[in-house]
């Protein structure tokens, strides 16, 4: 049974910095896309990076230069460095992978497996 598991969340005033971490376990080869979604209360679950597995990434606008994905195809793991936070950063952060399809065939939120979620909250 693949599992995700991130970590890394906590709270931190605005500009600080945070990294989270998303393990991958119970799946022996390397994902296609991994990426990092975030959901505030009251709004939709929205893209914040993805990262193919050779590397390629993509952000949203509202972290561009800011925050920093990464992975680790070995230890099927992605990582999301997150700077000069802000207020509008809080929010419940999701990892998710995809085992079929490179990140640029994907659409919204069309990834097989979930992690639970580790909440990101920034205070001004």
């Known amino acids: 049974q693949v599992q995700l598991a991130e970590s890394g969340g906590g709270s931190v005033q605005a500009g600080g910095s945070l990294r989270l971490s998303c393990a991958a376990s119970g799946y022996t080869n390397s994902f296609y896309c991994m990426g990092w979604f975030r959901q505030a209360p009251g709004k939709e679950r929205e893209a914040v990076a993805t990262?193919?597995?050779?590397?390629?990434?993509s952000y949203a606008d509202s972290v561009k230069g800011r925050f920093t994905i990464s992975r680790d195809n070995a230890k099927n793991t992605v990582y999301l460095q997150m700077s000069s936070l802000k207020p509008g950063d809080t929010a419940m952060y999701y990892c998710?992978?995809?085992?079929?399809?490179?990140?640029?065939?994907?659409?919204?939120?069309?990834?097989?497996?979930w992690g639970q979620g580790t909440q990101v909250t920034v205070s001004s």
């Open positions: 998710a992978a995809n085992s079929y399809f490179n990140c640029q065939l994907i659409r919204g939120l069309g990834y097989n497996y």
């Open positions: 990262i193919d597995r050779d590397g390629s990434t």
